[in-house]
């Protein structure tokens, strides 16, 4: 459900999304043409030996990181209106770790804004319940506090979010939870087939694929999550505005105007900085100033070793 702050607000909103490249969804078609058709290109260069595989990585990740920004946008109702044709635009598992359905079913479940941040409630919330941390060994604490930094997040990030994505699956087979098993027989068999084109077509081992660029593409993603949610008690102080520069906003599809997707999750992220620059002081005011002014430079500078935060909830004493 959308939030205006008034008439004169949803009727500006209402313009944009009455433009003729919302209307056609243009950027959004050149976007998946753009992801697919560069990660196609990249690897055909290494088949005919034009790049070298060390070369190829770091484009790769970089295409998968925005791969799964494109996900995000097809989750959101764009290009089109039929989310079973926006499920196969986004379905290829390039990222290998994560299934579009789960991404899909969880970050919609993300956007109750009264649960936010909450463990047990937000299934991305990047804390913990005190009771649950309590009895956390030690290695895990150090884990969690070292995601709270901008260099520990990259670099544990990916494999606890694998880890627990996989626990989970693992649970519900124990528990004989079928509700998603029809998902990851269709995704293991997609992951299998991709993996194995990558060794034998382009060359490509599937263990470097792995390592070399789903790895750095997730590390690279998680960069946007760092701090854009926050312990409050008012739900809409838990959401940033990150006013970040030309290429990560790019990379991000512009999801870094956090709190004005929050509030407007169906608008196109070609149009999120419009949004955000019709009543920039009022989206300040909404998140308690909640607005990182420098972009992720600023959060490097200032989290580079650094916890953003604390892991344990303030409030959030649910079961995680």
């Known amino acids: ?70 996900q995000h946008e097809l989750l959101h109702g764009h290009p089109t209106q039929y989310a079973f044709l926006n499920k196969l635009l986004g379905f290829a598992p390039l990222t290998i ?18 649960a ?26 150090a884990l969690w506090h070292a995601r709270k930094s901008f260099v520990g997040r990259m670099v544990v990030s990916p494999p606890m979010s694998a880890a627990a994505v996989l626990a989970a699956a693992f649970k519900a087979l124990r528990t004989r939870d079928r509700r998603y098993a029809p998902m990851w027989i269709v995704h293991g068999a997609c992951v299998a087939a991709l993996l194995f084109a990558l060794q034998h077509w382009a060359g490509v081992p599937w263990w470097f ?21 926050r312990a409050a008690p008012d739900p809409k102080a838990r959401i940033a505005i990150n006013e970040a520069g030309a290429a990560m906003r790019l990379l991000f599809l512009n999801n870094n105007y956090h709190l004005v997707h929050h509030d407007l999750p169906s608008l196109a992220w070609y149009n999120l900085p419009r949004a955000y620059h019709l009543r920039r002081a009022d989206y300040a005011d909404k998140c308690a100033d909640f607005v990182i002014r420098g972009g992720y430079g600023e959060l490097l500078r200032r989290y580079a070793w650094k916890a953003t935060d604390a892991p344990v909830h303030p409030f959030g004493n649910g079961a995680a």
């Not at 770790?97 to 009264?114: A, C, K, M």
């Not at 790895?215 to 949610?229: G, K, N, Q, V």
Request: proline share 6%; aromatic share 14%; glycine share 4%.
């Open 116 to 141: 936010l941040t909450l463990p047990g409630l937000d299934p991305e919330t990047n804390y913990v319940p005190a009771g649950e941390w309590q009895r956390w060994p030690a290695w895990r604490r």
């Open 209 to 229: 694929y792995l390592l070399a660029v789903t790895w750095p593409a997730l590390s690279l993603a998680t960069i946007r999550s760092l701090y854009e949610h």
């Open 1 to 70: 459900m959308a939030e205006y702050f008034d008439a004169e607000h949803a009727q500006a909103v209402a313009a944009l999304e009455a433009r003729f490249a919302a209307r056609t969804e243009w950027p959004t078609w050149l976007l998946i043409a753009g992801v697919y058709g560069g990660w196609f290109a990249t690897l055909l260069m290494v088949r005919h030996h034009a790049l070298s595989l060390h070369a190829a990585a770091p484009l790769l990740a970089v295409l998968c990181a925005w791969h799964m920004s494109m």
């Open 97 to 114: 770790w994560f299934p579009y359905t789960l991404y899909r079913d969880t970050h919609l479940e993300h956007h109750r804004d009264e």
